[in-house]
């Protein structure tokens, strides 16, 4: 699986942004498709991430301000970001969980791919 993510860039505070990222290659079936975040001298963390069902999990940090969304029949996901802060600023990440096969999907192995990084930076 290869991922794709495009979006990122500089905004002030307060400004929008949004996040795009397409999977590709060869798999059964993705499972998760989510948004994570590393800064220097943190620990890369989830900022968000969607089930194939559209079921939705933020971290507490961004809720009320970013929004998920996925089209499944693309295999993208989108990470919208308003009200955006100075400790928003990191690289971000695409992730997606997928079923390499029918029998991982059958034995319930899912297996996790990651994009390269988007830098993200937003000025007081």
């Known amino acids: 699986v290869q991922l794709q993510a495009s979006g990122g860039g500089w905004v002030q505070t307060g400004g929008s942004l949004r996040l795009s990222c397409a999977a590709s290659g060869s798999f059964f079936r993705i499972i998760t498709m989510g948004w994570y975040r590393q800064s220097p001298g943190f620990q890369r963390e989830l900022v968000a991430a969607?089930?194939?069902?559209?079921?939705?999990n933020y971290a507490d940090s961004v809720k009320g301000r970013f929004t998920i969304s996925r089209d499944n029949a693309k295999n993208t996901v989108e990470l919208q970001m308003n009200s955006l802060k100075p400790e928003d600023t990191a690289v971000y990440f695409c992730?997606?969980?997928?079923?390499?096969?029918?029998?991982?999907?059958?034995?319930?192995?899912?297996?996790?791919?990651w994009g390269k990084g988007t830098q993200v930076t937003v000025s007081s």
């Open positions: 969607i089930t194939s069902f559209g079921g939705t």
């Open positions: 992730s997606v969980g997928a079923n390499d096969d029918m029998q991982s999907r059958r034995d319930g192995r899912t297996t996790t791919y």
